[in-house]
């Protein structure tokens, strides 16, 4: 019997310094800030560049104006968007890219787009599908 005292003590006292030590209060603080103002919308990964035109397909506007893509769009939870990722420099485009505060082009309906050739989809919160 005193065999099992001993462990047993220790077991106690170690549960009770461990109920008696102060927590750890963590405090995080992410600042996102505004989004950029872009004419096409943006890459839906850091640094959130803004996206050549016929990168994003018609789903991602309404009414012709981009509902989003990076850490701002709170869209519905299980969306996915169409993209054409050979507008995509990971992917080796290194074409023109719209400038702040480029406007589109009348005659280019964002949220109709003859030439659009989706061939992956994004959920805007970056990841694939």
């Excluded at 170690?14 to 209060?25: F, G, K």
């Excluded at 009414?63 to 701002?72: E, H, M």
Aim: hydrophobic letters at 35%; charged letters at 15%; one cysteine or more.
């Amino acid at each position: 019997m005193r065999k099992l005292g001993w462990p047993a003590m220790a077991v106690a006292a170690v549960l009770c310094l461990a109920a008696t030590a102060p927590r750890a209060q963590a405090q995080v603080a992410v600042t996102v800030g505004a989004p950029p103002v872009c004419p096409y919308g943006y890459y839906d990964y850091p640094p959130y560049a803004c996206a050549p035109y016929g990168y994003y397909g018609p789903e991602w506007f309404v009414g012709g104006v981009f509902v989003g893509a990076g850490p701002w769009y709170h869209g519905a939870e299980h969306f996915y968007g169409h993209v054409d990722n050979h507008l995509d420099p990971r992917h080796g485009y290194n074409g023109a890219f719209p400038q702040r505060g480029d406007h589109p082009l009348p005659q280019n309906r964002l949220d109709r787009m003859p030439n659009f050739r989706g061939n992956e989809m994004r959920d805007g919160r970056g990841h694939t599908r």
